[in-house]
């Protein structure tokens, strides 16, 4: 399994002048550095491919032990292609990505592990919360049926945690080619899901620290919820 980490972008709500990833927390690390120790816990730190753009130098000597891909397109396109140029790389291994301003508890992992050592394809979500600026998700038959901001009732929120399984992966690289320049990821899976029947389980990891830092309000509270 490869792991992916998606860094490319300006992240221009939070205001900073440097990449989201490396957004400073009261810790005393950055949110990549974070995302980085907990993987490095579990999976092989190897195996870690970052997807770079916005003043990619900063994120590339701040973590030198790590792989990555380039995105020169980071400030016209979105994650659909980002995550697309590493699934090109990886296409007969399952991948676990995640966003790059995701912080997390490292126990939340050990929900995910089942799923993957299963190569079950899944979204990880929390069901304690449904905010409309967030991508939502719907299920038809224990699976996700819809996945994107715009989805009505939906069941809970998508944290920004994901795996592909091998078997998946080329039809997944095949919608997300479809995708346009300003798709989210998430539309790549939902087209898999409409036209190829993909099956993509819902991973409920509410019971575990997890958030995505868009906003300064985002980030004092993950200041507050993770402070070792």
């Given at each position: 399994m490869k792991?992916v980490?998606?860094?490319a972008?300006?992240g221009?709500?939070?205001g900073n002048p440097?990449?989201?990833p490396l957004t ?5 690390k ?8 907990n993987l490095e816990e579990?999976f ?5 491919n ?6 990619k ?12 891909i380039y ?9 659909s292609?980002s ?7 990886n296409?007969?291994?399952s991948?676990?990505?995640l ?6 508890d490292?126990?939340l ?10 190569n079950q394809?899944f979204?990880?979500?929390?069901t ?10 719907t ?9 994107s ?7 809970g ?6 795996f592909?399984a091998t ?5 997944f ?6 995708c346009d320049?300003n798709d ?7 087209l898999?899901?409409?036209k ?7 991973v ?19 200041n507050?919820?993770f402070?070792?």
């Amino acid at each position: 399994m490869k792991i992916v980490i998606l860094a490319a972008g300006i992240g221009s709500r939070l205001g900073n002048p440097f990449p989201k990833p490396l957004t400073p927390l009261k810790n005393g690390k950055c949110i990549m550095e974070m995302q980085v120790n907990n993987l490095e816990e579990t999976f092989d730190i190897d195996d870690i491919n970052v997807v770079v753009g916005f003043k990619k130098d900063l994120i590339m000597e701040r973590f030198p032990e790590l792989t990555y891909i380039y995105n020169p397109f980071f400030d016209q396109t979105n994650t659909s292609k980002s995550l697309l140029k590493a699934l090109r790389k990886n296409r007969d291994k399952s991948v676990l990505w995640l966003n790059g301003d995701v912080v997390f508890d490292i126990s939340l992992l050990s929900v995910l592990i089942p799923y993957i050592n299963k190569n079950q394809s899944f979204v990880a979500v929390n069901t304690s919360k449904v905010a409309d600026e967030e991508v939502k998700y719907t299920l038809k038959d224990n699976y996700i049926d819809k996945l994107s901001k715009t989805v009505r009732n939906g069941l809970g929120e998508a944290v920004g945690i994901n795996f592909i399984a091998t078997k998946d992966i080329k039809s997944f690289i095949t919608r997300l080619e479809e995708c346009d320049d300003n798709d989210y990821f998430e539309r790549g899976l939902e087209l898999a899901i409409e036209k190829d029947d993909l099956k993509i389980s819902a991973v409920d990891i509410s019971d575990y620290n997890c958030m995505e830092v868009d906003f300064k309000e985002d980030l004092e509270n993950a200041n507050t919820l993770f402070r070792k």
